[in-house]
């Protein structure tokens, strides 16, 4: 049986409402979100309706998930030689954001939830530290709880990379409003997209604001009037604006995504069912305040020879069960050589931090012990059925 392996989530739900309101952008002829003849508001639009999905005060479109994890940087001063913790098991973008600030990641490592370990936290804080980036992995939040606790105690900021997880909960709250800052991402893989964009929520209107004029290349815009680049009151900038063609395909896509989370719950639960009889499988750990959005399941072996047998059992019937990666990013050449954008080697001149293979032992064990299977939105019960029954022969001892 072929089985769908499309971990392109949203993109799966384009439809007659994200053409229709391209469609409109176009006729329009008003593309960019502050100016245009006959300008539709789609990114305002956009924002509004994200505020009231996630119950925050202030949103901000950007170009990509990285913009939105940068302007967070920003947004709190965090910039030359400050450290922000964070785990390597995540996505090359929530270190080079910090990077890009000229802020240092330090990393931690994980537990079998596969996020940052809260127990790790305080012994990596220094007196450079400056935030701490909780990354939720594969639609799975971090465990808060603790993390704030030590964030107060120690003065931190809390910035959420929350580009895997829209739409997750914790402590009846959705993921991204559970910090200071949540940065998202609305890449072509992610729950809902419009191929490339992002956003930022808060409760903070100081920090909402500078990001704001940082995005607009450090000019302040009141409306959609001429921002004050004329007059030269304008601070250091960049452009991270989101355009309105991709705002109105978000904006058709966010109506979808009730429809999304249950119909990835319906699968997920097919799976959990079964998981919860047979006891052999082990999920991620979970604390009982998540809630997760479904976009894939993390199995925990014991080890990683019965996790390389389960997986080449699973490739022999094309079951996608993969290792979410073989290498964690404190090892990729950026941290292992120092290497810097520029001559300087800027930020890393600025830091003693040596980044090596071995560190963060327990994320290269689990790495080596955890199959991830993509809940591709096109998995109907029979590619379920089959799966778990894969599944079940290799419990039964079949290999
Ligand atoms: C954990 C994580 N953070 C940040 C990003 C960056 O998002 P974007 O691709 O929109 O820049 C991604 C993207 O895949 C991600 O997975």
């Given amino acids: 049986m072929k089985i769908p392996n499309n971990p392109f989530i949203g993109t799966k739900y384009i ?7 391209a ?6 002829k008003s593309l960019f979100r502050y100016h245009g003849p006959k300008l539709l508001f789609m990114t305002n639009k956009l924002e509004s309706k ?19 994890l940068k302007l ?6 965090i910039g030359p030689g400050d450290e922000v913790l964070m785990s390597p098991f995540t996505f090359i973008a929530s270190a080079s954001s910090v990077l890009a600030c000229g802020a240092i990641p330090k990393f931690v490592d994980i537990d079998e939830s596969m996020n940052i370990d809260p ?9 450079k530290t400056k935030a701490i980036m909780c990354i939720h992995m594969q639609g799975q939040c971090c465990d808060m709880l603790p993390i704030l606790d030590v964030a107060k105690k120690h003065n931190l900021i809390i910035i959420e990379d929350t580009a895997q997880a829209f739409a997750s909960e914790y402590n009846n709250k959705k993921s991204g409003t559970l910090g200071d800052i949540g940065a998202f991402s609305l890449q072509a893989g992610k729950t809902i997209t419009c191929g490339e964009g992002g956003f930022l929520a808060t409760n903070d209107e100081v920090a909402f604001q500078k990001a704001k004029d940082f995005h607009d290349n450090g000019g302040h815009r009141v409306g959609c009037d001429y921002p004050t680049w004329m007059n030269g009151e304008t601070s250091y900038g960049e452009n991270y604006k989101l355009t309105e063609l991709q705002s109105g395909v978000a904006l058709a896509q966010l109506s979808k995504i009730e429809k999304i989370v249950k119909h990835q719950d319906k699968i997920f639960n097919y799976f959990k069912n079964y998981l919860d009889k047979t006891k052999f499988y082990k999920l991620r750990a979970k604390s009982d305040y998540n809630k997760n959005i479904n976009v894939s399941f993390c199995l925990v072996f014991e080890n990683g020879k019965i996790c390389t047998e389960f997986l080449t059992y699973m490739q022999k019937y094309q079951i996608p069960f993969n290792k979410y990666c073989t290498k964690l990013i404190n090892s990729y050449d950026v941290f292992k050589k120092k290497q810097g954008p520029n001559k300087s080697n800027y930020p890393f001149n600025l830091t003693d931090i040596e ?13 080596n012990r955890t199959a991830w299977l993509n809940l591709s939105a096109e998995f109907k019960h029979k590619h379920v059925k089959f799966i778990i029954s894969k599944m079940e022969e290799f419990r039964a001892g079949k290999r």
């Fill in 119 to 127: 127990t790790k936290i305080e012994q990596a804080i220094t007196k």
């Fill in 23 to 28: 469609l409109k952008v176009l006729n329009a």
């Fill in 50 to 68: 994200l505020k009231e999905y996630l119950n925050v005060k202030y949103v901000l479109a950007c170009s990509n998930g990285a913009s939105a």
């Fill in 15 to 21: 439809g007659f409402k994200e053409k229709i309101n």
């Fill in 72 to 77: 967070a940087c920003i947004a709190y001063g």
């Fill in 355 to 367: 980044y090596k293979e071995g560190d963060c032992s327990k994320a290269m064990d689990l790495i």
